[in-house]
């Protein structure tokens, strides 16, 4: 009871959007899982932001001297079939994948998200004409997609995230416009409609913010699949380009080495596996956090 | 004791006058009219009663005034005065700003017209700033005055919890709150305790009685439980489809209904001293679009049908303010509320 009482104060106190994550936050707490994901995404994430601090040696320095060496006191992780660090490669790779991860993501947001709004509310024969071009668009095999988009926009990271970013955007496009046609319904929208709220207040207050929760967690699960793809289009050496170092590019090159040093292609894999299974995790964590039938508020 | 309203010539021009109001929907074929000639005013204060059926077009009569039917597919007929200016002929704009700030509603569900992501306090904040220059700070002091107002015992704290948090009592009150902070000078109220108790339905009754007092908010009260109509109102206007039947003082029409259907509608009411017959009822049920009677919407299931009720019947005013819609009003002795 008292507790209560001091987190209604302090709700009061702090405004009402400081509530709504206070209790968000204490049902990730608890959770083990949630935990550990934003744990190694936060030390990712420093990783990425200090990695000329922290990488020992330049990414792209070779040494035709030790070539695809296994780990030893000086190079923790080996030397790859230049020569070079792979550790430091491994934390110059972090920033790009992160960076990568992070621009499919805010793509897919900035064209999904408002696009499913619009035909979601407005409804008609633009919700027709824009939900079958979406239904068209997500019949294409994804990477195929994003390697004719890359094709067309040329070759690059930035390029290649933007067309995987494309690729995304009808996915979030159609979970939104669903959202807003349950939401849209609701009786607070018509109440708010009867206070004098106008209709771009209405799609901003009370349709965004409760059709949003779904692509919360869609979004995590993006930012791995967006990772993966990142990865995928490094190996085709559609995206990082040599010799910047990215994982996807490193496991390309380690599979051209795969019968004289297997042991190249562990580090960039794991790098790729864990990071992606920690979004996969924070999203199927903020899943239950969030799903309203699970809240014990 | 103060003169009954209902029963006198309106001296001041009437806050609300709707005049012979239509309203047709299309359903991809035909239009189907679903008001027709919708005649009632509303002076200011007043506290007026709605009584029908479901599907009587109580709460479309609430949309229409308000003006929030579907854009696309409905056509208006007649006009709307409020303070003088017609509300059909108003921009989407200049609605806009009517809505909320001079004519609000409370729902029937409090459970779900308040948006569950934000807290009421927000909410209500958001209201007032729709209608008001003012900062966050300033809306947030309304909000909670606004809440006190309602009689919730801890606005301040009440403001920073969620819908969910809140009983469903105390969420009509966040409802009247939220209705009530721009000090509207109409307040529509469309059957806003049938969700609740009982208990609670008496306080919220309670409520918004002494809030109209209070402010001098006219309230439209939509309902289909005339036992709260006679208890709080002073005027009642019986609606059936589509139109309204009969006009006039609350206990003048429960003691001598003119309209067949408003003393059905009496003759239904539970009665404690006739525990152990057969509850009456009116037979049939209210005619669906596309089968309406061409005269007397009522005639097919009036015990009192002639065949002169067979043709579209008027709403005629009585010497005595009384208006009503049925051609035998004046020969038919019909029973009022036992009391």
Redesign the interface.
């Known amino acids: 009871m008292s507790t209560e ?1 001091s987190v ?2 302090e ?2 106190a702090k405004g ?1 959007t400081a ?2 994550r206070h209790s968000l936050w204490r049902v990730i707490r608890r959770d083990p899982r949630a935990v550990v994901s934003l744990g190694y995404l936060a030390l990712l994430l420093a990783v990425s932001l200090f990695a000329a601090q922290i990488a020992p040696y330049s990414p792209i320095e070779q040494n035709v001297a030790e070539l695809l060496m296994p780990p030893s006191p000086a190079h923790w992780l080996g030397t790859d079939d230049l020569g070079r660090d792979v550790l430091s490669r491994l934390i110059w790779g972090a920033p790009n994948s992160l960076y990568a991860s992070a621009l499919a993501v805010s793509v897919a947001i900035a064209i999904g998200v408002p696009v499913g709004v619009v035909i979601g509310f407005l409804g008609g024969w633009l919700d027709e004409v824009v939900s079958r071009f979406i239904d068209a668009l997500l019949s294409f095999p994804p990477i195929v997609l994003a390697i004719a988009v890359t094709g067309a926009l040329g070759i690059g990271l930035t390029n290649a995230m933007l067309s995987v970013g494309i690729v995304f955007a009808p996915v979030l496009a159609r979970i939104v416009r669903a959202q807003t046609l349950v939401v849209r319904q ?3 929208v ?9 209709t771009p ?1 209405i799609v901003v ?2 349709i965004l ?2 059709a949003i929760q779904p692509v919360i967690v869609q979004v995590t699960l993006m930012l791995a699949i967006a990772l993966l793809a990142e990865a995928s289009l490094s190996f085709l050496a559609l995206g990082v380009q040599p010799p910047a170092a990215s994982w996807g590019g490193m496991l390309a090159r380690a599979y051209n080495y795969i019968e004289i040093a297997p042991a190249q292609m562990y580090t960039p894999g794991l790098a790729i596996l864990f990071t992606a299974l920690a979004f996969n995790a924070l999203g199927e964590s903020l899943r239950v956090a969030l799903d ?1 039938t699970m809240k014990r ?1 | 004791m103060d003169p009954i309203p209902g029963g006198r010539e309106p001296r001041q021009q009437p806050l609300l006058d709707v005049r012979n109001l239509s309203v047709a929907f299309h359903d991809g074929e035909t239009w189907g009219e679903v008001l027709t000639d919708v005649s009632f005013a509303i002076e200011p204060g007043e506290f007026v009663g709605i009584v029908g059926e479901s599907g009587c077009g109580k709460s479309l009569t609430a949309l229409s005034i308000l003006g929030l039917l579907p854009p696309r597919g409905v056509r208006l007929g007649g006009a709307m005065l409020f303070d003088g200016r017609d509300l059909a002929k108003l921009s989407e704009r200049a609605r806009r700003e009517v809505r909320g700030r001079r004519i609000s509603m409370v729902f029937q569900e409090p459970m779900s017209a308040l948006d569950p992501v934000f807290t009421v306090g927000t909410q209500l904040l958001e209201t007032v700033r729709t209608h008001f220059k003012v900062g966050r700070r300033e809306a947030l002091e309304r909000a909670v005055e606004a809440l006190a107002a309602v009689g919730i015992a801890s606005p301040r704290q009440a403001a920073a919890m969620y819908p969910s948090s809140l009983s469903g009592g105390m969420r009509q009150r966040a409802m009247i709150a939220m209705a009530l902070v721009c000090e509207p000078r109409l307040l529509i109220a469309d059957e806003p305790t049938t969700a609740l108790d009982v208990t609670i339905q008496a306080q919220i009754m309670d409520l918004l009685i002494e809030l109209g007092q209070r402010t001098g908010t006219a309230i439209l009260f939509i309902t289909h439980n005339l036992a709260l109509v006679a208890e709080s109102c002073r005027r009642m206007l019986t609606m059936y489809a589509g139109q309204i039947v009969e006009d006039g003082p609350v206990r003048e029409i429960l003691a001598r209904p003119r309209h067949p259907y408003t003393a059905g509608l009496l003759g239904s009411i539970p009665q404690s001293s006739r525990r152990k017959s057969v509850l009456p009822s009116i037979p049939g049920r209210v005619p669906s679009l596309h089968e309406m009677p061409p005269g007397c919407r009522f005639a097919p299931r009036c015990a009192h049908v002639e065949p002169p009720c067979l043709v579209p019947q008027q709403l005629v005013s009585g010497r005595d303010w009384r208006k009503v819609r049925c051609r035998r009003a004046g020969e038919l002795a019909l029973p009022g509320a036992q009391s």
């Open positions: 009482t209604a104060k709700a009061v009402p509530a709504a609701a009786l607070y018509d109440a708010a409609r009867a206070f004098g709220a106008s207040q207050r009370h913010p409760n309203p508020r």
